[in-house]
């Protein structure tokens, strides 16, 4: 069962990285992608809370955040992306939150140990820091590439972003506890539905993004 999810994953991997390719090379995939996600997003975020929220006047606040929020995220990493140091920083930031959700997974299965939250009983503590070593490695590898030096300043970019990547994957997961569902939808074979795979980039990039402003 686990090769079978591990099969599953890795095909539509090596897909996401072949989109990822397809979107820094042409603004029209990415602005084509980011509409097909954020509509799938705030249309899965939409079941999700139906089923948490019995009040339908919660359901509409926490919506109407939801949606805001995706429509300024898109906007913003569509607009920096026309600007070429902001869109290798967006993308190195892009691929660091992928490598994260790829390194937790590998370790976790791997190693296993202890749970590392009640929140999601996947989660395991040589999970996290899968992802923080993944997350570093292949961040400070891409500033290395650009810039043919080592700063110590990355790396602490690489650590915020694992963790702020961790910490959207896992308010999700209580959302997805709340709701009592497994994955927010089948969008994608082996992963679950779009916000299963893009909860962590929705906090670890903007947040990501501000560290690196304010050490630089």
């Given at each position: 069962?686990?090769f079978k999810d591990?099969?599953?994953?890795?095909?539509?991997?090596?897909?996401?990285?072949?989109?990822?390719?397809?979107?820094?090379?042409?603004?029209?995939?990415?602005?084509?992608?980011?509409?097909?996600?954020?509509?799938?997003?705030?249309?899965?975020?939409?079941?999700?809370?139906?089923?948490?929220?019995?009040?339908?006047?919660?359901?509409?606040?926490?919506?109407?955040?939801?949606?805001?929020?995706?429509?300024?995220?898109?906007?913003?990493?569509?607009?920096?992306?026309?600007?070429?140091?902001?869109?290798?920083?967006?993308?190195?930031?892009?691929?660091?939150?992928?490598?994260?959700?790829?390194?937790?997974?590998?370790?976790?299965?791997?190693?296993?140990?202890?749970?590392?939250t009640k929140i999601?009983?996947?989660?395991?503590?040589?999970?996290?820091?899968?992802?923080?070593?993944?997350?570093?490695?292949?961040?400070?590898?891409?500033?290395?590439?650009?810039?043919?030096?080592?700063?110590?300043?990355?790396?602490?970019?690489?650590?915020?972003?694992?963790?702020?990547?961790?910490?959207?994957?896992?308010?999700?997961?209580?959302?997805?506890?709340?709701?009592?569902?497994?994955?927010?939808?089948?969008?994608?074979?082996?992963?679950g539905g779009v916000?299963?795979?893009?909860?962590?980039?929705?906090?670890?990039?903007?947040?990501?993004?501000?560290?690196?402003?304010?050490?630089?």
């Open positions: 069962m686990i591990l099969k599953k994953r890795v095909y539509t991997s090596l897909i996401l990285f072949i989109l990822i390719f397809l979107i820094i090379k042409s603004n029209f995939a990415l602005m084509f992608v980011l509409i097909i996600l954020g509509l799938y997003s705030i249309l899965e975020f939409f079941a999700i809370s139906k089923k948490i929220f019995i009040n339908k006047y919660h359901q509409l606040i926490f919506n109407c955040i939801f949606t805001i929020y995706i429509f300024s995220y898109c906007f913003m990493f569509f607009f920096f992306s026309n600007f070429i140091q902001l869109k290798i920083i967006l993308f190195s930031l892009l691929i660091g939150c992928v490598f994260s959700d790829i390194g937790g997974f590998v370790f976790g299965k791997i190693f296993k140990g202890p749970k590392l999601s009983p996947n989660k395991t503590i040589s999970g996290a820091f899968g992802s923080l070593i993944f997350t570093c490695f292949i961040i400070c590898l891409i500033f290395y590439f650009y810039t043919n030096a080592f700063d110590y300043k990355v790396l602490a970019i690489g650590i915020v972003t694992s963790i702020t990547c961790q910490i959207g994957d896992l308010f999700f997961s209580f959302l997805k506890r709340k709701a009592k569902i497994k994955d927010t939808g089948n969008f994608l074979p082996g992963h916000l299963d795979r893009v909860d962590g980039i929705l906090v670890g990039i903007p947040i990501g993004y501000i560290i690196l402003i304010l050490i630089y």
